[in-house]
């Protein structure tokens, strides 16, 4: 990624809500990563830990980003919710403060409208 940002290639932005970062797919991180990541880790264990919710043939695509937050730039993330069936969140900086990660409810269930965040 710091190859990348030396080399001032143009990339698309990641998603609707920031404006730095790029898309894993489109740097060869698919097939190598993204695909054995979800097939041997992040669908096992939502089928284990959400069986209601993560069955067999949910988590067959699969969409990997990465942000950056720096100041004059993206500097936070909206609430927000998101359309897929499991999130996985890792944090690759280095050296940094804040950074907090919550979350709260789960849509289309009873918790939906809770309002308690659960810190990460």
């Not at 695909?35 to 939502?46: F, G, I, T």
């Not at 284990?48 to 500097?75: A, N, S």
């Not at 359309?83 to 403060?97: H, I």
Request: glycine letters at 10%; a negative charge.
């Amino acid at each position: 990624l710091d190859h990348l940002e030396a080399s001032s290639i143009p990339l698309r932005r990641p998603n609707g809500m920031n404006r730095y970062g790029a898309i894993l797919s489109q740097l060869g991180f698919q097939e190598g990563l993204l695909q054995p990541l979800v097939k041997l880790v992040a669908a096992p264990l939502a089928q284990e830990l959400w069986p209601e919710w993560v069955g067999d043939k949910d988590c067959g695509e699969t969409y990997g980003f990465v942000v950056r937050y720096r100041i004059g730039e993206d500097v936070d993330l909206a609430e927000h919710a998101d359309t897929s069936n499991v999130t996985l969140n890792a944090c690759l900086g280095r050296e940094f403060e804040g950074g907090e990660l919550y979350f709260k409810g789960v849509r289309f269930t009873d918790s939906a409208d809770d309002k308690q965040e659960h810190v990460v």
